[in-house]
């Protein structure tokens, strides 16, 4: 198997959910007592939360960067950055790579054309719902993107913040998150992008009418059968 490796903490407790997912993957495909090649750095989160919110992103891109190019020189096969908002400094990291990066909005977009739908509606940070780095991956792929009104995107954003990266699951959180994409589904949104890797710890299928596509078991899918070849 090829070696994966993972830039984490952006979550920890996301990140934990990647490196279960991965090896549940290689496991089930694999069998015995196979389980992942990994090589994982995880941030401190405290920090990267400061430089998204004080637009200190040429500074996250470089430190971003530098933990790729460690990885790979670490023996890494490929890179998976294990956030969706993060992705917005992509282009930096691959720029100084010579291995694969596995994106996740890619893989998501792949997953969600292969079931035949085209008009999405995505849950994210602020970054991700309102900015076009993520949006625009998605589009490239002939998705329509859908986002919630601002006001719900604001809630989106506090819950993931203030309760899911801190291992907060309430049911308040659960309900607010159900009405939002009750919302998405009546604006004509066939499914339901969970694009931020905490969001599955609180909601998932049995939440909303429609398909749900997990972008935290997405990816690490596609990190374990890259990795198995």
């Excluded at 990647?18 to 995880?42: F, T």
């Excluded at 190019?69 to 670490?74: D, K, N, P, S, V």
């Excluded at 969600?112 to 780095?133: Q, W």
Aim: aromatic letters at 8%; charged letters at 25%.
């Amino acid at each position: 198997m090829r070696t994966i490796g993972l830039i984490g903490g952006m979550s920890w407790e996301s990140t934990a959910l990647y490196y279960k997912l991965i090896n549940e993957r290689v496991r089930d495909r694999m069998g015995k007592l196979h389980s992942a090649p990994l090589l994982l750095y995880s941030y401190d989160f405290q920090e990267i939360k400061e430089m998204q919110y004080s637009g200190r992103w040429a500074y996250a891109a470089a430190s971003l960067a530098d933990v790729a190019r460690r990885l790979e020189g670490a023996g890494a096969g490929a890179i998976i950055l294990c956030t969706n908002t993060m992705h917005k400094l992509a282009p930096e990291l691959t720029a100084q790579l010579t291995i694969p990066f596995i994106h996740i909005g890619d893989a998501t977009a792949q997953r969600i054309r292969a079931k035949g739908y085209r008009r999405v509606g995505l849950l994210g940070t602020k970054f991700t719902m309102e900015e076009d780095f993520y949006t625009d991956r998605l589009r490239a792929h002939d998705l329509d993107v859908l986002i919630p009104s601002a006001d719900e995107r604001a809630d989106v954003n506090r819950i993931i913040y203030d309760e899911l990266c801190l291992g907060v699951v309430a049911a308040p959180s659960r309900r607010r998150y159900q009405d939002v994409m009750a919302a998405l589904v009546a604006r004509g949104a066939e499914c339901i992008i969970l694009g931020c890797t905490e969001i599955t710890m609180l909601v998932g299928a049995a939440d909303t009418s429609v398909e749900t596509f997990d972008t935290t078991a997405i990816h690490a899918e596609t990190a374990a059968d890259f990795a198995i070849g």
